[in-house]
């Protein structure tokens, strides 16, 4: 069965480090989006992004974030300049159009980056 | 008013009971919903996907939708020790755009 794969499981890195995290969405999903749960709290939606762009955004997602499809397989999250606060669980999903013409919403998810700023 | 509640529990449950998991939400816009099923330190699993209102059956998981009432249930029938984890319910507008979560219910199932 097809998954959403994501690497490295674990990144620890110092405040003010610039990371990449990796994930590779299912191979026939157009939508691609980045979440984050910092721990014992609400999974909460960063980006998502369609046809090479983003298409929405949070608050979450300021500057110091950016996203890109390098290829035809890897979607990645670059955060420039870490902060103690970017300490979390990062997840990557993808979505792909349903049946019928109708578009769907069902997102799967990869196994998540754990992201430790020291 | 925050737009998806749900409650955190943790709810326990013997084995064999039947695990009622609700949320609420406030924005009329949203029309698909779904249930995520998430181990500790784990990426959420899509456990159940709704469009608009109605039931869906998959095995021992029944998920309902009342879009009138804004209230959204998952219902495990003849639950297991391996049901024990966190449900979070999402939800979301136009197909394509972010979730929004529940802070998710922890359930366990004891033998």
């Known amino acids: 069965e097809p998954e959403v794969t994501q690497t490295p499981s674990h990144q620890v890195t110092q405040m003010g480090q610039e990371v990449i995290l990796r994930c590779v969405p299912i191979?026939?999903?157009?939508?691609f989006y980045w979440y984050r749960q910092i721990l014992g709290q609400k999974v909460e939606f960063l980006v998502s992004?369609?046809?090479?762009?983003?298409?929405?955004k949070s608050e979450i997602f300021d500057d110091q974030f950016s996203v890109e499809r390098p290829d035809g397989s890897n979607f990645t999250l670059k955060i420039r300049s870490t902060k103690l606060e970017d300490s979390a669980m990062y997840f990557c999903?993808?979505?792909?159009?349903?049946?019928?013409?109708?578009?769907?919403?069902?997102?799967?998810f990869g196994p998540g980056t754990r992201l430790t700023v020291l | 008013q925050k737009e998806v509640e749900q409650d955190p529990g943790p709810l326990s449950v013997p084995e064999g009971a039947i695990v009622s998991l609700n949320c609420t939400y406030s924005?009329?816009?949203?029309?698909?919903f779904m249930w995520y099923r998430q181990y500790s330190r784990k990426g959420p699993e899509l456990l159940m996907y709704?469009?608009?209102?109605g039931n869906k059956e998959d095995g021992r998981f029944t998920a309902q939708v009342d879009k009138s009432s804004k209230y959204i249930s998952l219902f495990i029938r003849d639950s297991q020790p391996s049901d024990s984890a966190t449900y979070l319910c999402?939800?979301?507008?136009?197909?394509?755009?972010?979730?929004?979560f529940g802070k998710g219910t922890t359930l366990s199932v004891s033998s």
């Open positions: 992004f369609y046809n090479n762009e983003i298409s929405e």
């Open positions: 999903a993808s979505s792909t159009p349903g049946l019928a013409g109708r578009w769907d919403n069902e997102q799967f």
């Open positions: 709704t469009y608009s209102s």
């Open positions: 924005n009329s816009a949203f029309q698909y």
């Open positions: 191979s026939n999903h157009l939508y």
């Open positions: 999402a939800m979301s507008g136009q197909a394509g755009t972010a979730l929004i």
